[in-house]
């Protein structure tokens, strides 16, 4: 089946350094969700990429999405205490299906 | 907040007990998609109904029973409860072309 990479697992950042998590889909999706999960939370949908080599910006946060679109990686710029949280990336499990697969997440804390 | 609610928030369960969680999505959604999150893991797809109809199932066992109700709300029902079904469970509503928001998510202990 349909299965979603994400690395680093972990990630501890000096408030003010940049962040980045890479995600890799086991195969071709027709597009690609990433939600962030504060700690105790639920997932909360940040942004959805459908285009190839899309690149999309919400302010610090830059999204792009492969030119294969079957990987895509998130990057925070100049982290601050409020991005700490779990960072996941979730494909559909097949063409027209709204049924997501996540990643594992990125888990990432920022050191004030 | 998204407009997705779950009740309750926390429940204890005995092993070999049945447990209801239920979700009422957000006004205008018709679909409903039901996610277990273990204790560090990414979200695992369980099912998904869309106007009262299972339209996709992910590999949990038939122990694992839903429902959708005309007002598109929905129950996901777990018999005969095991130790590892001890997770977040999550309801996510959509209206089946944007992004899924999710509930708070119930968490369940299994003892």
């Known amino acids: 089946g349909q299965q979603v990479m994400q690395i680093p697992q972990y990630q501890h950042v000096q408030e003010g350094e940049d962040f980045t998590t890479y995600c890799n889909s086991s195969t071709t999706l027709s597009n690609i969700q990433w939600y962030k999960q504060r700690p105790g939370g639920h997932p909360v949908f940040l942004i959805q990429?459908?285009?190839?080599?899309e690149v999309k910006k919400q302010k610090r946060l830059t999204f792009q999405f492969g030119e294969a679109k079957k990987n895509s990686s998130l990057h925070i710029t100049a982290t601050q205490t409020t991005d700490v949280g779990t960072y996941f990336c979730?494909?559909?499990?097949?063409?027209?299906?709204?049924?997501?697969?996540f990643g594992k997440g990125t888990k990432l804390s920022v050191i004030p | 907040e998204t407009g997705v609610t779950q009740s309750p928030t926390h429940l204890i369960k005995t092993r070999g007990q049945q447990v209801t969680l239920r979700c009422s999505s957000q006004?205008?959604?018709?679909?409903v998609s039901w996610y277990q999150q273990a204790l560090g893991q990414g979200p695992q797809f369980i099912f998904q109904?869309?106007?009262?109809?299972?339209?996709g199932r992910g590999n949990f066992p038939p122990r694992f029973s839903g429902l959708q109700f005309p007002n598109y709300s929905s129950e996901l029902n777990v018999n005969a409860l095991e130790l590892d079904d001890s997770a977040l469970y999550l309801c996510a509503s959509s209206d089946g072309r944007r992004e899924a928001f999710f509930g708070q998510g119930t968490r369940l202990t299994v003892v």
């Open positions: 979730a494909g559909p499990s097949g063409a027209g299906s709204y049924q997501l697969t």
């Open positions: 990429l459908v285009k190839s080599g």
């Open positions: 006004s205008g959604h018709n679909t």
């Open positions: 109904y869309y106007r009262e109809e299972e339209n």
